[in-house]
């Protein structure tokens, strides 16, 4: 095979720009731990709601949102953010454009996380709104980062040195561009009355997960299974399939979050039927990345970064499946207001988030460092983070169909709360496993630190 000369070679990595990326692996583990711990107090005021105080600052009203923005904006967005910093310019072969618009980001993201919880803590939100609870003057400086990051890989694309745009920067450029649109059109005055306050609602916060999380993540994965595979992604067009349906069916889903409520039974309906054309993108990238990894199997069992990868790709498959059927009016009345929404919703932020961003930080950091962590402490992360997650979701949709038949039966809603209290006390012990997962992984980004030896050449990466 000849190898075409006419293709610069990949540039060495900035050490600015590796250490940038190192800083917002650092504050993404940090917010981890703390945004969990806050969880693992939740689930322990559930079934004992006077535990530390029932009221006040550690009410679980105030920790509830709390808990849900620091591990939205503070974990997953800066480690997946973290992650495009690098697999952009590297398929773009070229330099980070304007580093320090990403360093200044950084700054203000942490603060913004920090100020919000503060706000949140002390009773002041924007409302009963999820994942948008935080008051406008909080939630501006968050657009500034978004448009920060989004000028310096953009910029990257546009002073690339490949002629063609590979599928990573694809998605994480729409997602970065998809993400203003919808933060302006969250905060809109005019758009937060009546029945149309509904609608925006879900979509805010259904996009939130769709339009930001998923493309960061397909976007960063589609650069590190092939790579750590070293072999190409099984097909690009399943890739753009699965791109361009995203952006066809996404947008109009977070309806389905709102069926029977009074707005237009039409809109209903579509959400409904655009959740079941999700499977669309959802089972093309699914699909193209397990496809990706067949024949692998000797490879990913001796690779716990793999390992994270491929149980992420997996889930995203299997738990955007049943996202799909509870998507449907007569599944909805069954599930809608239990404890089943919440273990869908951590199966996917978890399973599927989480996963593909510690599988990225498991294999980057270590080239950036030249420190791996202990193969032992990897797996401990891995096996704690994964039953924990099992035992969460298992017995939260257990308790949720118990509750859900009960309260179609005419149960009175508060006699359907005691029916799952035992599932409570399981999602205590699920949340602790993960709790401790946490902290395991914490200590491995310390031993993934720099030393004073150097960095590693990313050799590998100029062939």
């Given at each position: 095979?000849?190898i ?7 540039p060495?990595?900035?050490p ?11 504050s993404?583990t940090s ?10 107090l939740?689930?322990?005021k ?8 029932g ?19 503070g974990?997953?967005s800066?480690a ?6 690098y697999v ?7 330099q ?6 990403a ?10 996380v920090?100020?919000g919880?503060?706000?949140?803590l002390?009773g002041q ?7 948008r ?7 501006l ?12 890989l ?5 002073r ?12 994480i ?14 905060y809109?005055?005019?758009l937060?009355n009546?029945?149309g306050g509904i609608?925006v609602q ?8 769709g339009?930001w ?13 092939p ?7 099984y097909?690009y ?7 361009w349906t995203l ?8 309806v389905?979050?709102?069926l ?9 309906t ?7 054309g999700?499977?669309?993108p ?14 692998e199997?000797?490879?990913i069992?001796r690779s ?6 491929v ?12 996202g ?26 978890y399973?599927?988030?989480s ?6 930080i ?17 797996g401990?992360?891995?096996w ?16 949720g169909?118990?509750?859900g ?8 809603f ?14 205590i012990v699920g949340?602790?496993?993960?709790f401790l ?16 030896a ?7 990466e100029a062939?």
């Amino acid at each position: 095979m000849q190898i075409d000369n006419r293709v610069p070679p990949l540039p060495r990595l900035e050490p600015r720009t590796q250490q940038l990326i190192l800083s917002y692996f650092v504050s993404a583990t940090s917010w981890l731990v703390l945004g969990t711990l806050i969880g693992l107090l939740m689930s322990v005021k559930m079934p004992f709601p006077d535990f530390l105080g029932g009221t006040g600052w550690i009410s679980f009203g105030r920790l509830r949102p709390v808990h849900t923005n620091m591990l939205f904006w503070g974990w997953a967005s800066t480690a997946l953010v973290g992650l495009a910093l690098y697999v952009v310019p590297r398929v773009s072969r070229a330099q980070l454009y304007r580093p320090e618009l990403a360093r200044w980001g950084l700054w203000i993201w942490n603060f913004t996380v920090a100020w919000g919880s503060v706000v949140l803590l002390a009773g002041q939100n924007n409302g009963d709104l999820e994942y948008r609870e935080y008051p406008w003057y909080v939630s501006l400086p968050f657009a500034a980062f978004v448009v920060l990051a989004a000028i310096a890989l953009i910029g990257t694309v546009a002073r690339r040195h490949e002629k063609e745009i590979y599928i990573s920067s694809i998605y994480i450029g729409a997602g970065f561009l998809w993400t203003i649109v919808l933060w302006a059109m969250a905060y809109q005055p005019f758009l937060q009355n009546g029945a149309g306050g509904i609608v925006v609602q879900g979509y805010y916060m259904h996009s939130g997960v769709g339009v930001w999380f998923t493309p960061l993540a397909l976007g960063s994965i589609y650069y590190f299974l092939p790579r750590l595979l070293n072999k190409p992604v099984y097909s690009y067009a399943l890739g753009l399939l699965g791109f361009w349906t995203l952006a066809l069916y996404y947008p109009t889903i977070g309806v389905h979050h709102f069926l029977f409520a009074p707005i237009p039974w039409w809109l209903q309906t579509v959400a409904v039927l655009f959740s079941v054309g999700m499977m669309l993108p959802v089972w093309s990238a699914t699909g193209n990345l397990l496809l990706t990894c067949r024949g692998e199997g000797g490879i990913i069992a001796r690779s716990y970064p793999l390992l994270f990868m491929v149980v992420g790709i997996t889930i995203y498959g299997l738990g955007s499946l049943q996202g799909t059927l509870q998507a449907l009016r007569s599944v909805n009345i069954v599930t809608h207001f239990t404890d089943w929404t919440v273990a869908h919703a951590h199966l996917m932020m978890y399973g599927f988030v989480s996963y593909l961003a510690w599988g990225g930080i498991y294999a980057l950091a270590p080239r950036l460092t030249g420190h791996e962590p202990k193969r032992f402490w990897v797996g401990m992360h891995f096996w704690l983070a994964t039953v924990g997650i099992f035992i969460y979701f298992t017995f939260l949709t257990i308790g949720g169909a118990i509750r859900g038949v009960a309260l179609v039966n005419g149960i009175p809603f508060v006699q359907s709360i005691t029916y799952e209290y035992p599932y409570w006390i399981a999602r205590i012990v699920g949340g602790m496993l993960m709790f401790l997962s946490h902290v395991v992984f914490a200590f491995n980004v310390a031993a993934m630190r720099p030393s004073n030896a150097g960095r590693v050449e990313l050799a590998e990466e100029a062939a």
